[in-house]
DNA sequence: CAAGGCTGTGAGAGCGCTCTCATGAACGCT
DNA sequence: AGCGTTCATGAGAGCGCTCTCACAGCCTTG
């Protein structure tokens, strides 16, 4: 099923098929009819590879995923942001091209492809530390969008969730009820999540006039064990702790195992608040309450960040920063208990 | 950079640079070194859509998921599926191409999109009742496989795990060590997976000389809700049950919420087996026994059997069992408590 | 030494499409 | 009536690659 053949059977040459396909606006009505019926008549599809081949556009934008494995599976970021990005594209007929290189040996060859111009712009979630992809593409011409932070000094568009701001939410919250020693459990500080979060614990303490206490923070890497763990290390420098403010919700479920374990009631004895609103939150006992964030929008903003640096090639990097919320459930006290 | 300027500067033809491009071994070994050094300085990469345009094929292969929000978002499932998928894709230089239809009409586009050649073939993931796709699909000549079972009637390669032994060994599990009143959760009875552990159970049942109570049985839709609903149900029916085996872990996480509630302790009055193995497995409290099964090793596995019957034609279908294994943690008694 | 067989190579066609450019028809204007 | 202008259309080039085919050079064989 060729375009010559759709041109054949309407009656009109190649060439206006291919405008009618490609919806040109300078075509005799009667034509486009019966070019149109052609077309439904022969199931007629275009032929993608020839028209990237003159038009120089594949059509389809990579996503990468630089994340090992623990993180991948304990929750359900990547499938959320997935759903969205997939959704925000679908529509314009692109094509989503998943990439999860899982040595330094695919990573190369990811550069490689990303950068031979298979296709049209790439989208970059959960980068780590100084990451230089993002950069280099960036150098390479090749529009990117960033999931979160770029590394500091590369100027690529982004979107970010108010992971300040929500931090700062939380810890008012735990603090205005009244909690006294309030510690926090963060992200990975080679992360802007993990940072950012950290920042907003401290500038709410802070704006409320308590000192802050490098004892009270412990270092997580997003994973349920490593809640755990920190939250094993805070109970023993701080016995007395009587909140946790954790920077994700996975790393919350595995800090309220141990306190579980440590006989401390959740949230009578402590409180504890999470970050994300990922269905984890809902799985506990108590249910914990949380910061909300929406992947989904996120995948959404990303996509229609990159259209338009895709389609308007010199623009200005844009950021866009998406709300959060704080969400009160059972195990700060206060909210439904299950 | 075309294959063109390769061939100049390494001073052969352009059907030479092709012939050392693709591996040819009719080329002078001398011509071969010149052409592969002119290739590295030049940074030269093959231009996909001029090969696909000639070769007919698009080295990409479509991985359709078919499946509501809830449970993409609650489980790892797809994440692990994709990661699989993707690790034994990659080594090939095959893409991967994501879609998730979220709509009738997504559907439909998606439909013509998989026929239209722009595709060497299709894996498809957690298909629900009478699904036409995999059917048409293979009419249409398209190669596919289907990862859990394709719909009654359709004859096409697939990988499954042993859904049937898993559910056989954990119930007989519970039996052996003592429970009276087994109830179970199955999966939605429109998915092979569901109906598969459903038989498993009745099956241990059967074989320990026990008799059959469809009262036991409830329905769930693999999410956590539809399972803590299905354990409420059951508590209802037999407040003198002391065992359920439920067909996914995620439901096992909302049974186990509703036991809580109930004031039942496991595995003390209730002894409580899942199925996934998913690190929701370890975030309950206390941690759920469980039938292992490697979701990654599906994705590697439907990925070699679809290169198969690429690569030729008009093979056999073929399908592939996956072992299962029980693993006993603290929701059973005996394994360990945290 | 002729005949035949390999082997490595290059010329060239052609995959299906888009897009430029030329053309001719129809129109409004002086 | 003659002119420029607009508009719809078609011819044809060319995107970068693979692959068939022909052929030159060499080796084997009787």
Redesign the interface.
């Known amino acids: 099923m060729t375009l010559e053949e759709v041109a054949r059977v309407a009656g009109v040459s190649r060439a206006t098929a291919s405008r009618v396909v490609n919806g040109s606006p300078k075509v005799n009505p009667q034509a486009r009819r019966g070019v149109e019926r052609a077309i439904a008549r022969l199931g007629y599809?275009p032929?993608?590879?020839?028209r990237?081949?003159v038009t120089r556009r594949?059509d389809?934008i990579g996503?990468v995923i630089r994340e090992p494995?623990a993180r991948?599976?304990?929750?359900?970021y990547?499938?959320?942001l997935?759903?969205g990005i997939?959704?925000a594209l679908?529509p314009r007929g692109l094509?989503?091209?998943?990439?999860?290189?899982?040595s330094r040996e695919?990573d190369r060859?990811l550069e490689?492809?990303l950068t031979?111009?298979?296709i049209d712009g790439v989208l970059l979630a959960s980068l780590h530390g100084n990451d230089p992809l993002p950069g280099r593409l960036d150098g390479d011409g090749i529009p990117v969008v960033v999931g979160g932070r770029p590394p500091e000094g590369v100027r690529v568009s982004f979107v970010d969730n108010d992971n300040y701001g929500g931090a700062v939410a939380a810890v008012s919250h735990l603090i205005a009820s009244g909690r006294h020693t309030v510690a926090t459990i963060s992200g990975p500080l080679d992360m802007e999540a993990g940072v950012a979060r950290l920042r907003g614990y401290r500038e709410a303490l802070r704006s409320a006039g308590r000192s802050l206490d490098p004892s009270l923070e412990a270092e997580g890497e997003f994973t349920?064990e490593s809640g755990a763990q920190a939250m094993r290390a805070l109970l023993q420098r701080h016995p007395e702790l009587d909140a946790v403010f954790v920077a994700s919700d996975l790393m919350a479920?595995?800090a309220l195992?141990v306190l579980?374990?440590a006989e401390r009631r959740v949230p009578d004895d402590v409180a504890i608040v999470g970050f994300d609103d990922?269905?984890?939150a809902?799985?506990?006992?108590p249910p914990l309450s949380t910061v909300r964030q929406s992947i989904e929008e996120m995948g959404r903003e990303m996509v229609r960040l990159l259209l338009e640096s895709i389609d308007e090639r010199d623009r200005a990097p844009r950021q866009v920063i998406l709300v959060t919320e704080l969400i009160l459930r059972g195990s700060c006290g206060g909210g439904p208990m299950?």
């Not at 032929?47 to 020839?50: D, G, P």
């Not at 991948?72 to 359900?76: T, V």
């Open positions: 599809v032929n993608r590879a020839a990237s081949l594949s389809s996503v494995t991948l599976f304990g929750d359900p990547f499938p959320q997935l759903s997939s959704a679908s094509q989503l091209i998943l990439l999860m290189p899982r695919e060859r490689q492809y031979a111009g298979h349920q479920a595995g195992q579980n374990a990922s269905p984890i809902l799985m506990t006992v299950s």
